[in-house]
């Protein structure tokens, strides 16, 4: 008797998933515990802030499953994709400022570091200038990291 009644609830589970796939709409990857849908490419914060995923289609994502013949009145819009998001700032892509040369440090006047020829912030911070080593010292800036560019 016990084997008869977990074959039907596994039966039951099935022709549920099977009756959202067949309402859910094109595109859809899984359903959420509010009723919304998502297109989102992993389970991992698809419904967030829609209560968590109540159904996933994950397997549908590849070929969207037909649309019933007649959709439901008040089906849910499906969610718009988020906006990328913005690449970060990286230093070493920046332009290097004009001048340096030999015994040349960069020093950057707002936190008071200075960085050696061929560093990664070597003449790229948004302010400062160069100067010799001795002077950055004698303006009370210190190296990057504690290590000093004299060899």
């Not at 859809?28 to 515990?33: A, M, N, R, Y």
């Amino acid at each position: 008797m016990k084997i008869w009644t977990r074959l039907l609830a596994v039966a039951a589970g099935v022709l549920a998933v099977n009756v959202a796939l067949a309402q859910a709409p094109a595109g859809s990857t899984g359903q959420c515990k509010d009723g919304t849908y998502t297109t989102a490419p992993s389970k991992k914060g698809a419904c967030r802030g829609h209560k968590g995923v109540q159904t996933w289609f994950a397997a549908s994502a590849a070929a969207p499953a037909p649309m019933a013949a007649k959709a439901p009145a008040a089906a849910p819009a499906p969610m718009p994709a988020p906006a990328p998001a913005k690449a970060p700032r990286q230093m070493a892509a920046m332009q290097q400022a004009p001048g340096g040369g030999a015994g040349m440090v960069w020093v950057n006047t707002e936190s008071k570091v200075y960085h050696c020829a061929g560093t990664k912030y070597y003449g790229k911070t948004k302010q400062g200038k160069y100067m010799s080593e001795a002077d950055a010292k004698a303006s009370g800036a210190h190296a990057d990291h504690n290590h000093p560019c004299m060899k």
